[in-house]
């Protein structure tokens, strides 16, 4: 690619960035987002939420899954 189509594709690019950044203001002004994000969040399947203080023991229990699941495909040969 030669520098002047780079440039060219940077600045259409960065321009498309600021558009969407007008719009997302825009959006923030007229519409509660957090209130759209957190319900949205609330509807998804499987959500655990947690008291900041007590999220360290699912972290790690799950860090300890991959663990064990590596260590077996280690033993097995095995890829992910």
């Known amino acids: 690619m030669r520098r002047e189509d780079l440039d060219a594709y940077v600045r259409e690019g960065l321009g498309a960035m600021e558009r969407l950044d007008v719009e ?3 959006l ?3 519409e509660d987002v957090t209130g759209l994000n957190a ?3 609330r509807a998804q399947p499987g ?3 947690l008291e900041e203080t007590k999220v360290t023991a699912p972290i790690a229990e799950r ?3 991959r663990s064990a ?3 077996r495909q280690d033993a097995t040969g095995s890829m992910p």
């Open 39 to 41: 319900a949205w969040l």
């Open 63 to 65: 860090v300890s899954w």
């Open 69 to 71: 699941m590596a260590l």
């Open 24 to 26: 997302f203001e825009d």
């Open 47 to 49: 959500l655990l939420v």
């Open 28 to 30: 923030f002004e007229s």
